[in-house]
């Protein structure tokens, strides 16, 4: 039996928080078309190293030289990077997104092999290392950043990004694409029986945390085809996720499997779900505040300073002594300005002070939800 046809997946029923072990573009022909949300891909460098690289004391540094990262030439890479691109994007949802990260050796090579395959550039995202490995010889500038090319799987995909969630991660502040973030160190750091590395290539949680947070949401199917010591499977459980793990070599998948298993997930309450965009939310019109009883015709709404007043009436358009619209345009009018987002301009009087009528917006959410 062919290693196609004993790894074919049944149509139905995907391989969850599994582990497939053997060669990633075989594995990947085993899954259905267009069954994962998201994929995260850290290839192989290709890092071309050229002899041995010493520190200062002489010590030698654990560079990549496995034999997963060596290739014969860029071609050859090319051909093997086109190839695993071609079936991940056919298992991926037609909405669904990949993140692929690299360095300079090859990461240019795998975004032309993106665009010329039909996925959609959505971000470079440079991660910025806050402590790099130096530069030994002294010979080029310290080598502090790795790139993520974020694709979606076709120009007209309507893609999932968690705007709101990434802003609150970060103070409120649109989350840029320059992420500071420390090297996979100290604990984190899985080491074998020798108290070597596990893995030259381990990721950070703190990475995938974020590529996650921003481009899933619970119960999504995040797919690795480089799985490694398991990062990816590690957080996607602690978020809620599920995941698919590719990965060809025993010792990884060992460290992997009992890596995962002492994982827990994040209690329901908590964190799982991406916070909703504003425009994904249920559109509450100002009427439906009327219809339900909770402001009443007549009610005289005012500004947060008590400067600027207004009246409401039977049909749920505002009206002052000289003008006559919806709350966003007399918000507009009574300020002269051009616009105005009535809902958190207007007032409303309670036993208690004055409280926005887009708290009354939020309760009907609420129910509705």
């Not at 075989?26 to 890092?47: R, T």
């Not at 520190?55 to 034999?67: H, K, L, Q």
């Not at 991660?127 to 790795?146: D, I, L, Q, V, Y």
């Not at 502040?173 to 992420?179: G, K, P, V």
Request: proline share 5%; hydrophobic share 35%; with cysteine.
């Amino acid at each position: 039996m062919s290693a196609s046809k004993k790894n074919k997946q049944p149509k139905n029923k995907l391989p969850l928080n599994r582990i497939l072990k053997g060669d990633c573009i075989e594995n990947l022909k085993s899954l259905p078309d267009a069954c994962v949300d998201m994929i995260f891909a850290d290839p192989p460098y290709n890092l071309q190293l050229e002899g041995q690289l010493l520190r200062p004391n002489n010590s030698e540094v654990d560079a990549v030289d496995d034999a997963w990262d060596q290739f014969d030439s860029f071609a050859v890479y090319d051909e093997f990077t086109r190839g695993w691109l071609s079936e991940a994007r056919r298992v991926l949802k037609p909405n669904g997104t990949i993140w692929v990260i690299g360095s300079y050796h090859n990461i240019f090579r795998v975004g032309t092999a993106l665009q010329d395959l039909g996925y959609w550039i959505l971000n470079d995202v440079v991660w910025r290392k806050s402590n790099p490995m130096p530069n030994f010889r002294g010979k080029r500038f310290t080598n502090a950043h790795e790139t993520l090319i974020w694709c979606s799987q076709n120009k007209d995909s309507k893609y999932n990004f968690n705007y709101e969630s990434m802003k609150a991660m970060n103070e409120d502040l649109q989350m840029r694409s320059d992420w500071v973030l420390p090297l996979c160190t100290g604990a984190e750091r899985i080491k074998n029986k020798e108290g070597k590395k596990a893995h030259p290539t381990q990721k950070p949680e703190s990475l995938l945390y974020r590529t996650i947070m921003a481009a899933t949401d619970v119960g999504d199917v995040i797919l690795d085809p480089f799985f490694g010591t398991g990062t990816t499977g590690a957080v996607a459980k602690k978020m809620g996720r599920n995941f698919i793990g590719l990965e060809r070599d025993d010792d990884y998948i060992a460290v992997a499997k009992e890596r995962i298993a002492q994982v827990e997930k994040m209690a329901e309450d908590e964190i799982l779900s991406a916070a909703q965009t504003k425009r994904a939310l249920p559109r509450i019109p100002f009427g439906t505040l009327l219809e339900r009883g909770l402001l009443k015709p007549g009610t005289v709404l005012c500004d947060n300073r008590n400067r600027h007043k207004a009246r409401i009436r039977a049909d749920g358009t505002l009206v002052t002594d000289e003008f006559r619209g919806s709350i966003h345009q007399v918000g507009a009018h009574v300020q002269n300005a051009p616009s105005c987002n009535g809902w958190q301009f207007w007032y409303y009087p309670t036993g208690e002070g004055l409280v926005p009528i887009d708290v009354l917006r939020q309760q009907v959410r609420a129910e509705l939800h």
